[in-house]
């Protein structure tokens, strides 16, 4: 399904997170936290990164220029979030505050646990699922 497809109107989109080597972790776009970058993102999708560690989440590069949106240093367990100084979509596991302000565009509702274990260079893959698969 191509994302310019989507109703505008749908405030929460699912989506599914491929980690190489393990599982599928399942997530969901919500639209209300940062807008424009929500629909900069599925324009994007699918998309495929190589994943980079952070203390406490992982991040792959998404080339998407976009500036702050709602922007916030807090972030909880499960956040996915835009990082705009670094072009970068993020997966937080842990509650943590970030090294600079991230766009909160979601969260991962099934299988966060997976995120844990990776290591630098490990191909995720982020793409539109159909609702309730």
Not at 13 to 34: C, N, S, T, Y
Not at 112 to 119: A, C, E, R
Request: hydrophobic letters at 45%.
């Amino acid at each position: 399904m191509c994302a310019k497809m989507l109703d505008t109107s749908v405030a929460r989109i699912d989506i599914k997170l491929r980690v190489q080597g393990k599982d599928e972790a399942l997530g969901e776009l919500i639209r209300f936290l940062a807008p424009r970058t929500v629909e900069g993102i599925l324009q994007k999708l699918p998309h495929e990164g190589r994943a980079f560690l952070l203390k406490d989440g992982v991040y792959f590069a998404l080339p998407l220029k976009i500036g702050f949106e709602k922007a916030r240093k807090n972030v909880e367990a499960g956040t996915l979030a835009y990082w705009p100084l670094a072009t970068a979509f993020c997966i937080f596991y842990s509650k943590t505050q970030t090294y600079s302000p991230v766009n909160v565009v979601g969260r991962i509702t099934n299988n966060l646990h997976i995120f844990q274990k990776i290591v630098d260079g490990t191909r995720i893959k982020i793409a539109l699922r159909a609702r309730g698969k």
